[in-house]
T-cell receptor, first 113, second 113 residues
């Protein structure tokens, strides 16, 4: 079945770059997403990448996709304390008429001053 | 201005009660979803509706019944609440059932005592 894997924790110092990694199993995924969840808050869509792209940059965020290895990463440049949150990787599943997302377990990013 | 809204934000109730959570989106989207996030932050799809029609029904107890009075609303009714139902429930919507970008509501935090 479909599965999305992420490491559970990442700790960085303020100003450093953070790299959050994700692997997925469904090669038919059309889009891959990164969502951010701050403590006690909902899910905020950060960015997404179409499966025929290998890189997408959006200000401090860089998404890299290695479709051959089914590996997705999110790089946050100049990480700030406000970036502390849980980051979820998700893949879209298109089995028939479905369009739901399969989420990873989330990576908790802690940013130390 | 809220795109996807949920009520209530918090819900504390006793085992055995019946409760409803409401979701509304003002984005003009055709497809709406309910996800459950457990205490370990794992997110799983529960239901999906497209234009008031059920298109995804994952392995969820019959005590959970979604209802879509119109395409802007997807409510979740839960009968005979159990301790294990305690979780955060997220509503989401997309423009169409093959559209990818899902916008999430703020979540409803349900605690069953």
């Amino acid at each position: 079945g479909e599965d999305v894997e992420q490491s559970l924790f990442l700790s960085v110092r303020e100003g450093d770059s953070s790299v959050i990694n994700c692997t997925y199993t469904d090669s038919s995924s059309t889009y891959l997403y990164w969502y951010k969840q701050e403590p006690g808050a909902g899910l905020q869509l950060l960015t997404y990448i179409f499966s025929n792209m290998d890189m997408k940059q959006d200000q401090r965020l860089t998404v890299l996709l290695n479709k051959k290895d089914k590996h997705l990463s999110l790089r946050i440049a100049d990480t700030q304390t406000g970036d502390s949150a849980i980051y979820f990787c998700a893949e879209s599943i298109h089995g028939g008429s479905q369009g739901n997302l399969i989420f990873g377990k989330g990576t908790k990013l802690s940013v130390k001053p | 201005d809220t795109a996807v809204s949920q009520t209530p934000k918090y819900l504390v109730t006793q085992m055995g009660n019946d409760k409803s959570i409401k979701c509304e989106q003002n984005l003009g989207h055709d497809t709406m979803y309910w996800y459950k996030q457990d205490s370990k932050k794992f997110l799983k799809i529960m239901f999906s509706y497209n234009n008031k029609e059920l298109i995804i029904n994952e392995t969820v107890p019959n005590r959970f019944s979604p209802k879509s009075p119109d395409k802007a609303h997807l409510n979740l009714h839960i009968n005979s609440l159990e301790l294990g139902d305690s979780a955060v429930y997220f509503c989401a919507s997309t423009a169409g059932r093959r559209q990818e970008t899902q916008y999430f509501g703020p979540g409803t935090r349900l605690l069953v005592l």
